[in-house]
């Protein structure tokens, strides 16, 4: 299952600098599948109305907490996100033992959103995802079209102070909470014997299966899926390569760090292909709450022909139009069982500039340097500006509510100096 892939990772003190957490990710999904980043306020739910997933209705909580959201236009949750509590989660498709259900439950991506709105902690998120787990199970193709793609879902999730990975199996999950250093997870089973907080029937089900004699040390990994867990820091898949390019930087990780693995090919982190890397997020949570979380995202494929332009959570954020996909009336994607034949042109304003500069790109060398060094030069200006703001320096609320769509148009802004010139 190598080729449908993400990573998600995560550096904590001491691997980072200035007592940050930094966390980021890829999704990779199928190459037009657009992606994009949208921002939901925080909202008080008084009539508690279902609330319509993206196959299923499950209950509404009273209060949900901001979010912003990347995520595959066609669904309602997201594939990465952060709230105003600087809670982040990333999730990844996992096989096992367990057979996929086929069944339209929650999808993975919902319970990445569903985590981020209820939740104000890692922890918390951790407990409403299993929570939910539990009440509604996961299930549902995950694709848009007649491609039938489904899967159990891993998730990495960090708040200023923790990460925890969170593994399931159908209803069954394993969670390792991370207090220093690096973790990484993909397409894979990577919890171990490091079991902090566990379904309460995972072992008696495993034993069951026969999957586990009851005797041996409990390993996840092995237990719930065929991986040879000895072997599983040596092998060449991109787990391994992940884990090695969070080594390598041990100790001096920052956000542009981060961003640089993110956009590592040789490595097959920045996957290219019929499945490719749709969009990427690099969050920065000082663990000084006096500090904001600064969430970078990308909202445009290939991180490493893209701008991460960053978002804080203030009042009266503007709203990001500009990476904001086209909606249609017709469609109603809860307890949708006959997927469209076509799929609908879901291209957000910055996604149809940028695609059309890559074209430019692969057939002009003069603009696809002009082009390239632009958006380098862009990105740098945003980053100096952010690390100006992480070190306690003036915070301009009025600024800081329109950065992500004021940075959004200036990278449009030199897609279509080159497009038309």
């Known amino acids: ?113 569903l985590g981020l709105e209820r939740a104000d902690t890692a922890e918390k998120a951790l407990k409403v995802i299993v929570d939910l787990l539990e009440k509604y199970g996961q299930g549902g193709n995950c694709t848009e079209g007649r491609m039938e793609f489904s899967y159990h879902n891993s998730f990495l999730i960090a708040d200023r102070n923790e990460a925890w990975i969170l593994e399931t199996a159908g209803k069954h999950w394993a969670a390792e909470k ?8 993909s397409n894979q089973l990577s919890i171990t014997t490091k079991i902090d907080q566990e379904h309460p029937d995972m072992r008696n089900y495993a034993k069951q299966k026969g999957w586990w004699d009851g005797k041996k040390e409990f390993d ?108 249609f009336e017709l469609e109603n994607p809860v307890k949708k069982k006959l997927h469209l034949k076509s799929k609908p042109d879901r291209r957000h304003p910055l996604y149809q500039n940028h695609q059309q500069a890559l074209e430019v790109i692969n057939n002009n060398e003069d603009k696809a340097r002009t082009i390239l060094d632009n958006m380098r030069k862009l990105e740098k200006e945003l980053f100096k500006k952010m690390e100006s703001v992480l070190q306690n320096k003036h915070l301009d609320m009025d600024k800081i509510a329109n950065l992500f769509p004021q940075s959004t148009k200036d990278e449009i802004r030199i897609y279509k100096a080159n497009i038309t010139s």
């Open 220 to 327: 996840f990994a092995a237990t719930y899926s065929y991986l040879d867990t000895a072997k599983m820091m040596t092998s060449s898949g991109r787990y391994c390569e992940g884990y090695k390019l969070l080594n390598k930087h041990k100790g001096n990780i920052t956000f542009e760090t981060m961003m640089e693995i993110l956009r590592d090919k040789p490595s097959g982190i920045n996957m290219e292909g019929e499945f490719l890397t749709t969009a990427s997020m690099v969050s920065v949570l000082p663990q000084d709450s006096n500090l904001p979380c600064i969430h970078f995202f990308t909202g445009t494929p290939d991180p490493e022909r893209s701008v991460f332009k960053p978002f804080i959570f203030v009042p009266h954020i503007s709203q990001l139009l500009d990476t904001s996909s086209p909606t």
């Open 178 to 185: 991370v207090k220093e250093g690096v973790r990484n997870i």
């Open 1 to 113: 299952m190598e080729p449908y892939s993400c990573d998600t990772f995560v550096a904590l003190p001491p691997a980072t600098i200035d007592k940050r957490i930094i966390f980021g990710k890829n999704s990779d999904r199928l190459c037009d599948e657009v992606q994009e980043v949208v921002y939901f306020p925080a909202a008080v739910h008084d009539n508690r109305e279902p609330l319509k997933c993206t196959y299923i209705e499950i209950d509404q909580v009273p209060e949900t907490y901001a979010v912003v959201l990347s995520r595959p236009a066609w669904l309602w949750g997201a594939e990465m996100g952060a709230n105003e509590h600087g809670v982040c989660i990333g999730n990844e498709a996992v096989w096992g033992r367990e057979e996929v259900c086929d069944e339209e439950a929650l999808l993975g991506m919902d319970l990445v959103r």
